[in-house]
Structure formats: structure tokens, C-alpha cells
């Protein structure tokens, strides 16, 4: 029996190395198992800081949605994996890193095993997710707090969060609108 697509909102985060390449090729990599529905325009922000560690440099941040016919804890798997691919070593929570990759939401799913909490469990408080979220699916709904991400982004401080490209830094096949494909 074919398993069902869902609709999965991935956000990427790269503050090492060619920041922008580094999320291209993890688009590319995930577009091979899901398919790429839209991705948001690039953000800037500054790196979150454990207490007492030093700033790392700063972030590129983009939303994907990509339709999945894949189980959550196999995503979380495929987003791990390419995570490794692209350099990605394990460290410290807040490491700088060239790649990460965090399921935002999985359909309108609310999960919470050890290894995956969907929705992220941070993301009504984080600029850098809820924006370009909000910017490729505003309707988009927070499972378990209601509000949808249009909401969600209003509530936040985005003077840190600076717009930095349109979704064509993601390349032709992914800039296009879904309603365009």
C-alpha cells in the first residue's frame, strides 16, 4: 500500500562555508525522496549564543515545503543524513555548523518521542523560522498552539532578522510558486 504525502515544513540554517551553496545542495539532496514544493526567501540572522559561549557568525536561514511520503522519524533520518553529507559534525547545541536542518511541521501532526518534536519546539519564538514560513504558507497551523503561521510571526521580534534574497537563490526549480508547477 502507497503511504499517503504529507505536507512537511523543513527549516535550513547554514552559517559555515558557502552559506548559500551549502542549503542548495541540501534542497538537492532532500528534492531526491521528497518532492520540493516552495522555499522561502533567504534571511540573515545573528547565531543564538549558549550563555557564556562566544557569537558564531551568522546565519542563513529558508523554509522549505516538501511533500513526503515518508514516516517522520524517516525524514528526521533523511534530514540527518544530509546534514553529515554537507560537513556537519556533531558539537555543541549551538555550534556553528554548515548545514541544519529541523522539521518546523508534519502535516498537522503533533509528535513528541525522543527523537522528534513536531511541531519544533521553538519555533513561535525564532524570526528566523517564522518568517519565511509565513512568507511560503501563512495559513500554515501550529498543531498545538492554534495560531497559524501568520499569526505566529506577528507575536515575534524580526528587527534582528534581515531579508536577504527572493526564493531565487534557490534555483529555477525551486523559486517557482507552487500554484506555477
Known sequence: MARVSE???LALGANLGDRAANMREALRRIGERCRIVAV??????PALVDEGSPAGPDYLNAVAEVEASLA????LRLAKE????LGREPG???????IDIDILLYGERAIDTPELTVPHPRMAERAFVLAPLAEIAPEAAHPSLGGT???LVAEVDLSGLRHVEGPEWAGDECARPPDAR
Do not use: C, N, T
Open 7 to 9: 505536507r512537511v515544513f
Open 40 to 45: 522561502s526567501s533567504l534571511y540573515e540572522s
Open 72 to 75: 517522520p522519524g524517516e525524514v
Open 82 to 85: 544530509v546534514e553529515r553529507a
Open 92 to 98: 555543541g547545541h549551538w555550534a556553528a555548523r554548515p
Open 149 to 151: 503561521a501568520g499569526d
